[in-house]
């Protein structure tokens, strides 16, 4: 999909979720904030100048997943967005809708899109062709919005777990981000031998060598990543000691 194509995309989701809160009036205009500060960053990470340095530099690619897996998806579920849109009824079977909920199928489902698309075979084949590199970004932010559902619970989930299992998802979460980490920024090697074949490119884009980037890339994912994890299990923590209503408890849709 065009860049241009996804700007509009995002431009009307803001549309939409704008009409949809003023209509609402019960979403604090914090959550708003939120909302839009995640479409922001799916824009950086798809419709951006950052989006055409990914071919060039592995850290450029790193912080499109960064942006969509950890960023954007977290942010957009604070702004509430399916209570901003108005009251849907959602046409899907019971047991699908749990499953997809599930922190073990969310958990997985994030760990697996993590993964698949950091094998070098797969890696190439989404750098390759404009196909599989759209597919490979809807899954990060899809995933990315499955895997922060049970740790937001944005209306209309009901939790079926302890609030304090998500401390432990959240950890869990960080061990394959550190496992990619540690091999990119160990190995000797460049991992993903395309960005050899730019010699010129690199060199003039921070003056990285294709093993820097790649070490930088990795530094960059598991920071990142440990930081959004930490400020998420603080925030939880300080809401199991002092715990509030929710907002969903407060709306009536």
């Not at 980490?181 to 884009?205: E, N, W």
């Given at each position: 999909?065009?860049?241009v194509?996804?700007?509009l995309v995002i431009v009307?989701?803001?549309?939409?979720?704008l009409?949809g809160?003023?209509?609402?009036?019960s979403?604090p205009?914090?959550?708003?904030?939120s909302?839009?500060?995640?479409?922001?960053a799916?824009?950086?990470?798809?419709?951006?100048?950052?989006?055409s340095?990914?071919?060039?530099?592995?850290?450029?690619?790193?912080?499109?997943?960064?942006?969509l897996?950890t960023i954007?998806?977290?942010?957009i579920w604070?702004?509430?967005?399916?209570?901003?849109i108005?009251p849907?009824r959602w046409i899907?079977p019971?047991?699908?809708?749990?499953l997809l909920?599930h922190?073990?199928?969310?958990?997985?489902?994030?760990?697996?899109?993590?993964?698949?698309?950091?094998?070098?075979?797969?890696?190439?084949l989404g750098?390759?062709?404009?196909?599989?590199?759209?597919?490979?970004h809807?899954?990060?932010?899809a995933?990315g919005?499955?895997?922060?559902?049970?740790?937001?619970q944005?209306?209309?989930?009901?939790a079926r777990?302890?609030r304090?299992?998500?401390?432990l998802?959240?950890?869990l979460?960080?061990?394959?981000?550190?496992v990619?980490?540690?091999?990119?920024?160990f190995?000797?090697?460049?991992?993903?031998?395309?960005y050899?074949s730019?010699p010129?490119?690199?060199p003039?884009?921070?003056?990285?060598?294709p093993?820097?980037?790649?070490?930088?890339a990795?530094?960059?994912m598991?920071t990142c990543?440990?930081?959004?994890?930490?400020?998420a299990?603080?925030?939880l923590?300080?809401?199991?000691?002092?715990?509030k209503?929710?907002?969903?408890?407060?709306?009536?849709v």
């Amino acid at each position: 999909m065009a860049p241009v194509s996804l700007a509009l995309v995002i431009v009307l989701a803001g549309i939409v979720y704008l009409r949809g809160w003023f209509h609402c009036r019960s979403i604090p205009a914090w959550r708003a904030c939120s909302f839009f500060l995640g479409l922001f960053a799916t824009w950086v990470a798809v419709g951006s100048p950052v989006a055409s340095l990914d071919s060039h530099m592995l850290t450029a690619h790193m912080i499109q997943h960064v942006l969509l897996m950890t960023i954007a998806p977290p942010l957009i579920w604070l702004g509430e967005p399916l209570i901003a849109i108005g009251p849907i009824r959602w046409i899907m079977p019971t047991s699908v809708g749990s499953l997809l909920g599930h922190p073990v199928f969310c958990w997985l489902a994030a760990a697996a899109a993590l993964v698949i698309w950091h094998a070098p075979a797969i890696f190439q084949l989404g750098m390759q062709s404009s196909t599989w590199h759209f597919l490979e970004h809807a899954s990060f932010l899809a995933t990315g919005l499955l895997f922060w559902w049970p740790v937001i619970q944005p209306w209309p989930s009901v939790a079926r777990w302890p609030r304090w299992s998500m401390l432990l998802y959240l950890f869990l979460a960080t061990l394959p981000c550190d496992v990619l980490s540690g091999l990119l920024v160990f190995s000797d090697r460049v991992v993903y031998p395309m960005y050899l074949s730019m010699p010129g490119m690199v060199p003039r884009m921070g003056g990285l060598s294709p093993l820097e980037d790649q070490e930088c890339a990795a530094a960059l994912m598991w920071t990142c990543v440990t930081v959004v994890f930490l400020v998420a299990g603080t925030i939880l923590s300080m809401q199991m000691l002092s715990p509030k209503p929710r907002l969903q408890d407060a709306v009536s849709v």
